[in-house]
C-alpha cells in the first residue's frame, strides 16, 4: 500500500499552523500541556492531530463536535493537507473547509490535481482502495467514541463486512445485468418477429413461385382459355351495344315538337294567370249574389210587415188593433200612423225593387264569367297535355344520353380488352421464366437474410443464457468473496494472537444466513463467547488482534495507536507483533506509560505541545522514518 509522507493543518481547531514529515515506520507522538501542567501529556492535542488524517480524507470528526468546530481562530478556513506513498506515486489530499460553507476537497497525483466537487469520499474510496470505517476500525484502533469491529451484533457485523469489503457494489452489478437482460429479450422479441416475418414471406415467395412453374407446364392452355374469355367479354359488349342503340332514337326529331311545346307552355302560364283572376271574380260574384238575396228576402219581409199594418188600421171594421187591443177609431194619431206605415212600405217595396236589379245583373255576370271560366279550363286543359308531352321527351332525352354514356364505356372497355387480347397473343414462355428467375433471386436473398436474423437471434439467446448464468455468478461470487475474507479474517486473527499472546486466544467467525459473529476462547474458557464476556485487559488483546489483522488484510498506508492497551499487563509480545504488521507502512504511537516510552526511545518521535491555547507539533531524531542511534 505505502506509508504517510507528510502531514500540514493551518487553522485546524486549536492548530494555528503545523507540518510534520512521515515515512516507513514507528512515529513515537508525546505530548506537553504548558497550559496545565498538572494533565502532563493529557489534553496536548496528540489525538487532534492524528485524527485530523480522518478529517481531511472523510471529514469524519469526534462525535461531540460540530464540522464547522474544526475552523480555527487563526483564519476564515480550515486547511488539512496529507500525502502518501501510493503505488509508486505520490497521491496528495487536501481539505478545505470555511464556517460558513461545505468543504472543498481536491486530490494531486504525481503533480497532476483535480477538484472533487461531488460525492469525493467514494472518489478517495476508490483511489486509496478502503472506505472510512475499515480505516477506523483497523488504522485507528483505540479513536475514542468509535465502536469496536467485535461487538457488533451479527446481522449488522456482517452489513458492516459488506461495506468493508464493497460488496454492495455486486448488487448494482446484478441490477446492470437485469436491466442488460431486459434489453436483450427485447431485442429477441424483435428478432423474433423478424425471423417470423421472414419465414411469411418465404412461404408466399415459394406459393408464388410454385404457381408460376404450374403456369408455366399449362402455358398454352392458359393462353387459349384466357384469350376465350377476353373474346367472350368482348362479344358480350357488343351485344349490349348493339342493343342499346336499336333502342336509342335520334334526339333531333324532338326538337321542333319541343320548341312547339315550349310556346304552348308559355300559353298555358298566361291562361293560368286568367284562369285564376276570373275564378276569384266568379268567387266574388257568387258572395255578392249571397249578400243580394240576402237584402231582397229582407226587404221582402219589411214590406209586408208593414203591408199587414196598414191592413189593419184600414180594415178592422170595429175599431180595435189586432196587435195591441185599443180602439182606433177614435185616436187622434191613427192617420199619422197610417201615413208612417205606407211611407215605410213604399220605401222597402223600392229597395226591394233596386236590390232584385242588382241581383239579376250579378246573376247575369256569374253566367258569363262561368262561361268564361269553362273556356279558359279548357283551353288550359288542352296545354296541359303539351307539359305532360315535354316531361315524356325530356324523359325520353334522359334515356338516350344515359344509352349513350353506356355505349362510350363499353367501347372504352371493349379497347382495353382488346389490348389484353393482343398482350395474351403476344405473351410467350420467356416471361414466365423472368418471374420465376425474380421470385428464386427474392427467395435467395430472403434466405440469406433469414439465416443472419436466426443467427442474431441464436447469439442474443446465447447471450440471454449466459447473462443469466453470470447473474447467478455475481451472487455465488459475492458469497464467496465474503465467505473468503471470513475465512481469511479468522486465520490473520489467530496469527496475530499466536504474535503476542503465544495462542492463548483463538478465534472463530461464523457466518450464518442470519449474519456474522466473533466467537472467542482462551486458556481461561471451555468455549467459545462473544466479545462481552471477556476482561478489559482480554477485550484490549482481542481488540488489537482484529484491528491488526484488518489492516494486513486491507494493506492499508498506516497505524494510530492511541493508548491501546491499557488494561493489558504484558505488552511487550503485543508491541514487538504490532511493528512487525506496520513494517513498510507507518505507525504513530501514543502513550503515557513509561515501559511503552521506554520501547520507542530508538525511534523517530512526534513532538506535539499545547501553549496559550495553541497546539504545535514537530519531527525530532533525524530523517523521518528512520531509527535513533
Known amino acids: 500500500m505505502g506509508h504517510i509522507k507528510s502531514l500540514y493543518l493551518k487553522n485546524y481547531v486549536f492548530v494555528e499552523e503545523t507540518s510534520l514529515e512521515f515515512g516507513p515506520g514507528p512515529f513515537f507522538m508525546v505530548g506537553h500541556n ?33 464540522v464547522k468546530d474544526v475552523v480555527g481562530e487563526f483564519g476564515s478556513e480550515a ?80 452489513s458492516e463486512v459488506m461495506r468493508l469489503l464493497d460488496l454492495e457494489r455486486f448488487k448494482s452489478y446484478r441490477e446492470s445485468v437485469k436491466e442488460e437482460l431486459k434489453k436483450l429479450k427485447s431485442e429477441l422479441d424483435t428478432q423474433v418477429s423478424k425471423v417470423t416475418k421472414s419465414n411469411t414471406i418465404l412461404e408466399e415467395l415459394e406459393a408464388d413461385i410454385q404457381s408460376a412453374y404450374k403456369e408455366l407446364s399449362t402455358f398454352n392452355e392458359s393462353q387459349d382459355k384466357e384469350s376465350a ?45 286568367r284562369l285564376g283572376k276570373a275564378e276569384r271574380v266568379i268567387r266574388d260574384q257568387k258572395s255578392k249574389i249571397s249578400r243580394l238575396k240576402s237584402v231582397v228576402q229582407g226587404c221582402q219581409d219589411r214590406s209586408d ?16 188593433c189586432e196587435y195591441c187591443g185599443n180602439d182606433l177609431s177614435d185616436s187622434p194619431r191613427s192617420k199619422e200612423i197610417l201615413e208612417k206605415y205606407n211611407a215605410a212600405f213604399k220605401k222597402y217595396e223600392a229597395d226591394k225593387l233596386i236590390s232584385k236589379v242588382d241581383l239579376e245583373e250579378a246573376e247575369s255576370k256569374l253566367a258569363k264569367m262561368e262561361e268564361k271560366e269553362k273556356t279558359l279550363k279548357s283551353e288550359y286543359d288542352q296545354l296541359e297535355s303539351s ?36 398482350r395474351v397473343a403476344s405473351r410467350d414462355k420467356s416471361l414466365i421464366h423472368d418471374r420465376i428467375d425474380k421470385l428464386e433471386s427474392r427467395i435467395d436473398k430472403r434466405t440469406d437474410l433469414l439465416e443472419a436474423e436466426e443467427k442474431v437471434m441464436d447469439d442474443l439467446e446465447s447471450k440471454i443464457s449466459a447473462l443469466e448464468d453470470f447473474k447467478e455468478a455475481i451472487w455465488n461470487y459475492r458469497d464467496a468473496v465474503f465467505n473468503g475474507f471470513a475465512v481469511g479474517f479468522q486465520q490473520s486473527i489467530n496469527k496475530q494472537f499466536m504474535k503476542f499472546c503465544s495462542g492463548d486466544f483463538d478465534c472463530v467467525l461464523d457466518s450464518t444466513k442470519k449474519g456474522l459473529s466473533f466467537k472467542f476462547s482462551s486458556i481461561s474458557k471451555d468455549k467459545y463467547y462473544g466479545w462481552g464476556v471477556f476482561s478489559l485487559g482480554e477485550r484490549g488483546r482481542i481488540d488489537k488482534a482484529v484491528s491488526l489483522a484488518l489492516m494486513d488484510l486491507m494493506d492499508l498506508p498506516f497505524r494510530v495507536e492511541d493508548e491501546v492497551f491499557h488494561g493489558v499487563d504484558d505488552t511487550g509480545p503485543a508491541l514487538n507483533s504490532m511493528l512487525e504488521s506496520s513494517e513498510g507502512k507507518t505507525l504513530i504511537y501514543i502513550s503515557h506509560q513509561p515501559h511503552t516510552a521506554d520501547f520507542f526511545k530508538r525511534f523517530n518521535r512526534i513532538i506535539v505541545t499545547k501553549e496559550n491555547g495553541v497546539v504545535s507539533a514537530k519531527n525530532e531524531y533525524g530523517a523521518p522514518g528512520g531509527i535513533h542511534d
Open 305 to 320: 210587415d208593414y203591408k199587414r199594418r196598414i191592413d189593419n188600421l184600414v180594415g178592422n171594421q170595429d175599431g180595435h
Open 34 to 66: 504548558l497550559d496545565e501542567t498538572s494533565c502532563a501529556s493529557n489534553g496536548a492535542g496528540k489525538s487532534l492531530i492524528c485524527e485530523s488524517i480522518l478529517w481531511i480524507l472523510f471529514e469524519r470528526i469526534r462525535d461531540d463536535t460540530s
Open 229 to 273: 374469355e377476353i373474346k367472350s367479354r368482348i362479344f358480350e359488349l357488343e351485344s349490349k351495344i348493339t342493343k342499346l342503340r336499336e333502342d336509342t332514337a335520334d334526339p333531333e326529331q324532338f326538337s321542333d315538337e319541343l320548341a312547339s311545346l315550349e310556346e304552348n307552355l308559355q300559353k298555358r302560364d298566361v291562361l293560368k294567370q
Open 387 to 422: 307539359f305532360k308531352r315535354k316531361m315524356t321527351l325530356e324523359r325520353e332525352l334522359d334515356k338516350i344520353k344515359m344509352n349513350v354514356r353506356l355505349i362510350r364505356g363499353h367501347e372504352e372497355t371493349i379497347k382495353g380488352l382488346n389490348e389484353s387480347l393482343e
Open 79 to 158: 486547511v488539512g493537507r496529507v500525502a502518501f506513498e501510493h503505488k509508486g506515486s505520490e497521491v496528495v489530499i487536501e481539505r478545505r473547509r470555511k464556517a460558513s460553507s461545505s468543504s472543498n476537497v481536491s486530490i494531486t497525483v504525481d503533480g497532476k490535481t483535480q477538484d472533487l466537487h461531488k460525492d469525493p469520499e467514494s472518489k478517495i474510496t476508490e483511489l486509496l482502495g478502503f472506505p472510512k470505517n475499515t480505516l477506523i476500525w483497523s488504522s485507528y484502533g483505540g479513536l475514542e467514541g468509535q465502536k469496536s469491529l467485535v461487538s457488533y451484533p451479527d446481522s449488522a457485523l456482517k
